[in-house]
């Protein structure tokens, strides 16, 4: 008889089009055995068109889901409220069922700057290169200058890295962030910041700044994860740097989520035997098509 799940099992998932590349179910299934609970994360494939409609679903049967891409933006106009940093960030990730209301939140943020804590890396009073202007750049330019970083922003198109500036400087008062031409960068970054899919399938042999930006830039924190080390990773480790992939990133972004939805801190040591499992299972797996988990 299997009884894995019950009249009882409280249900979770992650609302995308397409979802078939998303690990969040494989992450979040294994913390709810983990923690012995009776729910249980599915993967819910919902087209743009259906969006609306999916959100009576949602709220009457769901305690809370993950949105990632095409829905992180469009959502936020179907929530009964939104959490200020899902404001600033101008997309929701995660989505709280509580009495009948749904609360909006995004969690990458606490993933961003939790992967640096991890590290022991503070980027206050340090010059940082933030490559990227798309959604996860913005998470990560917010998360810096709330951390007294002092910003600079490179983008493949310069229009959406001024877009990215003026945001910032809305939200968070910033005067100086700077903006850079990706051909001009010159080494001398405390810190590089890869926000852009450059590294992972199909661009495992390009970088997203030149191999001389690499030169005296003591940390390198890639987003991408899959690869496990991109290009930037190992030329990085060449020039003496120190490096970081976005797993961790990924990994306390699910966890953030998590504890929204439970209401409760994970302990330390669930913690560490919850990082090792997944990191292990991501690694081992070699999936060509994880791209996010949104
Ligand atoms: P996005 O919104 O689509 O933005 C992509 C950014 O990359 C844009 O700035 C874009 O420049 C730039 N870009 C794309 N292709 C490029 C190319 N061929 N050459 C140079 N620049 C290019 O994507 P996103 O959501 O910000 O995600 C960016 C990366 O971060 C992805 O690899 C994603 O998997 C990763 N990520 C990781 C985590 C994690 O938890 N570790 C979380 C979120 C995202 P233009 O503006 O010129 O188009």
Known sequence: MNNRINGKTALYGVIGYPISHSMSPEIHNTIFDLRKENRIYLPLSIPPETLKDAM????????????????????????????????????????????????GYNTDGYGFTRSMVEEGVSLEGKRILLVGSGGAARIAGHEILLQGGLLTIANRSSDRSHRLKEVLET??????????????IESGFDCIINAT??????????????????????????????????????????????????????????????????????????????????????????????????
């Open 197 to 294: 899919p450059l590294g992972m399938a199909p661009w495992v042999e390009e970088m997203p700044v030149r191999e001389e930006v690499l030169k005296n830039s003591p940390w390198i924190f890639d987003m991408v994860y899959n690869p496990y080390e991109t290009k930037l990773m190992r030329l990085g480790k060449i020039y003496g740097c120190r490096v970081k992939n976005g797993f961790s990133m990924l990994f306390y972004q699910a966890v953030k989520a998590q504890e929204i939805w439970m209401g409760k801190m994970f302990l330390e040591d669930e913690l560490y035997k919850l990082h090792e499992e997944i990191e292990n299972y991501i690694v081992g797996s070699r999936r060509e098509d994880i791209e996010s988990i949104g």
């Open 56 to 103: 009576m679903m949602l709220g009457s049967s769901f305690k809370g889901f993950n949105v990632t891409i095409p829905h992180k933006e469009k959502i936020m106009e179907y929530l009964d409220e939104i959490d200020e940093k899902a404001r600033w960030y101008g997309a929701v990730n995660t989505v709280k069922v509580e009495d009948g209301k749904l609360i």
């Open 171 to 184: 939200n968070i008062g910033a005067k100086d962030i700077k903006t850079m031409d990706l051909n001009h």
